[in-house]
């Protein structure tokens, strides 16, 4: 139904497109608004030297189309992961890749199930492909499996388990998707999203690039944006089992990668001790921040990504102006709460001296 009264001027459109929610990006940064930004989970470190110098290099080729199948950062990948290179794809970040995933299921009458809150992009995703968006509530901010599995019908195409979960930061464990697959019909595709894998410290978490060995229903979403910190050059991929990454793969835009965010992507995959490193302080500091709040009486959700959740309920609005106030972006979801990422130590005390006195 579409949301406006009367027909909207203009060209005639999709009405979907007139009921989605805009995709809201956290405020640019300005001279006068925050100058912490910890509202996109971004890396707050530059961009590594060797990284810059291969942007550079790249850069000297852009006159010609990309490697088509991105053959050196696949190999690389592949060398990473232990998977063949016929099991990986490439797309213009990994949201590039839940956009062709979403279309390749997008039959009339399809639904997808997802949690929720979750990714705000999966409702949008599921909209434009004419997908229904079937969503199922956390249950104190984790995945609830069980009733994933019940929601499932004969019109379910797809299962999307965002793992850590964005906002909450939350987990998935291996024996509890195991379980969930078991469930699934093995004509239903079941997408992990794990942007944010590499901060995991859970030691039971479940990892899509193992288990979509044992089914191949089940394909796995990385990105360099976040951990790799090339969220400004649009680099993730796709693994699954051959056969289905073949078909899949009929659903991208060819040359989506480009020349320089290949090349980065693989400097900065060969840089990957560099890369840890700063992961782990991320960790270091995503335990000292919540230690600090916590000591200070907040509710916060122990966190497996580079940001915290802070139920906040209805005051999450009022809060996170309080924020912007002290020169800190967060990102508030209405009447729910406030993610924060975990920004540099300087970021991190900015956010904790805000929070005093709350
Ligand atoms: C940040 C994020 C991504 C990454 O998107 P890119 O397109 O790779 O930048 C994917 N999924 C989730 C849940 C995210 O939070």
Redesign the pocket.
Same mark, same amino acid.
């Given at each position: 139904m579409p949301s406006t009264a009367g027909p909207v001027p203009g060209p005639r459109l999709r009405a979907v497109l007139d009921d989605l929610a805009l995709f809201q990006p956290s405020a640019a940064p300005s001279a006068t608004g925050p100058v912490h930004l910890l509202g $996109? &989970?971004e890396s707050p470190d530059d961009p590594l030297p060797g990284v810059l110098a291969a942007i550079a290099d790249a850069a000297a080729h852009v006159n010609r189309y990309p490697d088509f199948a991105g053959t050196e950062l696949v190999a690389e990948l592949g060398r990473f992961h232990g998977v063949p290179r016929e099991s990986i794809v490439l @797309? /213009? @970040? $990994? %949201? /590039? #890749? #839940?956009q062709l995933l979403f279309q390749a299921v997008g039959e009339p009458g399809a639904e997808a199930v997802h949690a929720w809150r979750? =990714?705000e #992009?999966y409702p949008v995703l599921a909209g434009l492909a004419g997908v229904r968006g079937v969503r199922v509530p956390l249950v104190d901010g984790v995945h609830d499996l069980k009733a994933i599995a019940g929601s499932v019908t004969t019109r379910t195409r797809m299962i999307v388990i965002?793992n850590p &979960? &964005?906002p909450t930061g939350t987990v998935v464990e291996a024996a509890e998707l195991s379980e969930l697959m078991r469930h699934v019909p093995s004509d239903v595709l079941v997408v992990l999203?794990e942007?944010?894998f590499e901060y995991v410290r859970a030691p039971r978490v479940a990892s899509g690039v193992a288990m979509h060995r044992d089914w191949p229903n089940l394909v796995v #979403?990385r990105? =360099?944006?976040?951990a790799y910190g090339l /969220?400004g050059l649009? %680099? @993730?991929y796709m693994i699954g089992e051959p056969s289905v990454i073949a078909r899949l793969r009929t659903a991208g835009l060819p040359y989506s990668v480009s020349v320089v965010a290949q090349a980065a992507a693989l400097a900065a995959l060969r840089l990957r001790e560099h890369v840890f490193a700063r992961v782990e302080q991320t960790v270091a500091e995503r335990r000292r921040v919540r230690a600090r709040l916590l000591d200070a009486g907040w509710d916060v959700t122990e966190s497996h990504a580079n940001f915290l959740w802070l139920g906040q309920g209805p005051a999450s609005i009022e809060f996170a102006c309080r924020c912007s106030g002290a020169g800190v972006l967060v990102r508030a979801f209405p009447g729910e709460g406030v993610r924060v990422s975990l920004g540099s130590p300087a970021d991190n005390d900015a956010f904790l001296a805000a929070c005093q006195g709350v």
């Amino acid at each position: 139904m579409p949301s406006t009264a009367g027909p909207v001027p203009g060209p005639r459109l999709r009405a979907v497109l007139d009921d989605l929610a805009l995709f809201q990006p956290s405020a640019a940064p300005s001279a006068t608004g925050p100058v912490h930004l910890l509202g $996109s &989970n971004e890396s707050p470190d530059d961009p590594l030297p060797g990284v810059l110098a291969a942007i550079a290099d790249a850069a000297a080729h852009v006159n010609r189309y990309p490697d088509f199948a991105g053959t050196e950062l696949v190999a690389e990948l592949g060398r990473f992961h232990g998977v063949p290179r016929e099991s990986i794809v490439l @797309g /213009a @970040g $990994s %949201v /590039a #890749l #839940l956009q062709l995933l979403f279309q390749a299921v997008g039959e009339p009458g399809a639904e997808a199930v997802h949690a929720w809150r979750s =990714f705000e #992009l999966y409702p949008v995703l599921a909209g434009l492909a004419g997908v229904r968006g079937v969503r199922v509530p956390l249950v104190d901010g984790v995945h609830d499996l069980k009733a994933i599995a019940g929601s499932v019908t004969t019109r379910t195409r797809m299962i999307v388990i965002c793992n850590p &979960n &964005n906002p909450t930061g939350t987990v998935v464990e291996a024996a509890e998707l195991s379980e969930l697959m078991r469930h699934v019909p093995s004509d239903v595709l079941v997408v992990l999203d794990e942007a944010y894998f590499e901060y995991v410290r859970a030691p039971r978490v479940a990892s899509g690039v193992a288990m979509h060995r044992d089914w191949p229903n089940l394909v796995v #979403l990385r990105t =360099f944006s976040k951990a790799y910190g090339l /969220a400004g050059l649009r %680099v @993730g991929y796709m693994i699954g089992e051959p056969s289905v990454i073949a078909r899949l793969r009929t659903a991208g835009l060819p040359y989506s990668v480009s020349v320089v965010a290949q090349a980065a992507a693989l400097a900065a995959l060969r840089l990957r001790e560099h890369v840890f490193a700063r992961v782990e302080q991320t960790v270091a500091e995503r335990r000292r921040v919540r230690a600090r709040l916590l000591d200070a009486g907040w509710d916060v959700t122990e966190s497996h990504a580079n940001f915290l959740w802070l139920g906040q309920g209805p005051a999450s609005i009022e809060f996170a102006c309080r924020c912007s106030g002290a020169g800190v972006l967060v990102r508030a979801f209405p009447g729910e709460g406030v993610r924060v990422s975990l920004g540099s130590p300087a970021d991190n005390d900015a956010f904790l001296a805000a929070c005093q006195g709350v």
